[in-house]
């Protein structure tokens, strides 16, 4: 078991076209550094300064990371970590819109 | 009192209905707030009615102006039937992969529309609009995301109903587009109840949609205020067309598929307070029916093929 990562198209070029990793880890900075470990260059494209990247959003089964811990939100094994570009909306300190309008 | 001056003035005082079927346990009960029941049948006839209004005040608009607003739809829809009985031309910018139902609404309507690009949804019909109205000074762009008429029509309307029609609600679910029912409502609910959850559902696309999007530029509507949510969940297509079936299926209510992404929010935190014996009257947003999707199969057709199909789509 591990964690199942879902790689956004514009980060394919990092895993060979691949659109999951598994990885493992405990939080989403291990999952991350782990990632990293694996697919060199992830990291830089996702953290700078510590934090998320203002236009990326994570989420955790489904559940914005930025409001259950960020970098620190707990992830166990047979959860998905889904990665994606903001689309009309990112996120400062964290999300925004898509459509609706 | 249920007569009005003019169909604008019909806006808001939707039912709040209960969900006694789908509610996880009576300790833990859903509430559809039905905006379906609005002038042009969307929640989007509080804000479009409200920036109109608030236009009209500052002496922005008289006949003969033309008005021009980036949407999805639903805004497009409610202003073409305000901006028609006013004597305004109105200019949509739209994304080109919305419903069809949706354009032919807008056209009987009268109004113009400017299809935006796929690659970016709602971005691009923003980016689009914003270089329109650079190109035409004269025109009035209302602007929903960043128009504080759009906050202050959920801030005295949505969220006040909801607070004196369920005065134990414990938590609100709307879904995440300009963030002006997010804002506006759970700012009004907050205020009086801090203690209130305010969940936003924000619907996940196709890969079509997010396309090779750049990770340095993005979009931030200019009315979202981030201290107001509490939570924030990302709905698929599979999972926004399986409860939009449900909703109809066990409760009888036709809602349109953003609907179903919300209702998968609501659950979520629903299931969540009754794993735990907490006490929860979760409120959700029903943003609109289920008439102006009909074109895409969604409620008849087998639910893999009708999931796939709306993955390409801007649904929400």
């Known amino acids: 078991m591990a964690v199942t990562v879902s ?54 089964n489904d559940e914005d990371v930025r409001f259950a811990g960020g970098l620190d939100a707990s992830v166990a094994d047979g959860d998905t970590v889904t990665i994606l570009p903001a689309v009309a909306g990112g996120s400062t300190p964290a999300v925004a819109g898509v459509a609706g309008g | 009192m249920a007569r009005f001056d003019s169909l604008r003035a019909a806006v808001g005082e939707t039912p709040l209905v209960g969900l006694p079927r789908l509610s996880p346990s009576e300790n833990a009960r859903l509430w559809a707030k039905l905006e379906d029941r609005n002038p042009t049948g969307s929640v989007k006839d509080r804000p479009a009615l409200a920036m109109l209004a608030a236009a009209e005040r500052d002496g922005r608009l008289w006949p ?60 691009q019909a923003v980016a689009v609009a ?35 029609d369920l005065p134990t609600v414990t938590h609100f679910v709307a879904g995440l587009g300009t963030t002006g029912t997010l804002v506006g409502a759970g700012r009004y609910l907050r205020e009086h109840k801090p203690d209130v959850q305010v969940i936003a559902a924000e619907p996940r696309y196709g890969e079509l949609v997010y396309g090779l999007r750049n990770l340095d530029e993005g979009f931030v509507p200019e009315l979202y205020d981030p201290d107001v949510l509490t939570g924030r969940f990302s709905v698929g297509a599979i999972d926004a067309l399986r409860r939009t079936r449900e909703l109809l299926e066990v409760e009888g209510i036709f809602a349109g598929i953003s609907t179903g992404a919300v209702l998968h929010a609501a659950l979520a935190v629903a299931e969540k307070a009754a794993g735990t014996g907490e006490a929860a009257d979760v409120a959700f947003i ?27 789509q801007l649904w929400a």
């Open chain 2, 130 to 164: 914003k270089q329109l109205a650079a190109e035409h000074p004269d025109w009035v762009m209302l602007y929903q995301y960043g128009n504080q008429a759009n906050i202050e029509a959920h801030y005295r309307g949505t969220g006040p109903e909801i607070l004196r």
């Open chain 2, 286 to 312: 029903v943003a609109d029916g289920g008439w102006k999707y009909l074109s895409t199969g969604a409620y008849s057709d087998d639910f893999y093929e009708a999931a796939a199909r709306l993955d390409g």
């Open chain 2, 64 to 123: 003969g102006c033309t008005v021009l607003e980036p949407t999805s739809g639903n805004t497009g829809i409610s202003l073409a039937m305000a901006c028609r009985s006013a004597g305004y031309r109105l200019v949509c910018v739209m994304p080109e992969n919305t419903s069809v139902e949706r354009r032919q609404l807008l056209t009987a309507y009268g109004a113009e529309i400017i299809f935006s690009p796929v690659a970016g949804g709602s971005n």
């Open chain 1, 7 to 60: 790689i956004p198209t514009i980060l394919r070029s990092h895993t060979d076209g691949a659109k999951s990793v598994d990885v493992s880890g405990g939080t989403l900075a291990e999952v991350i550094d782990n990632l990293d470990n694996q697919h060199s260059g992830l990291k830089s494209r996702l953290i700078s300064n510590g934090s998320l990247h203002r236009f990326v959003n994570v989420y955790v």
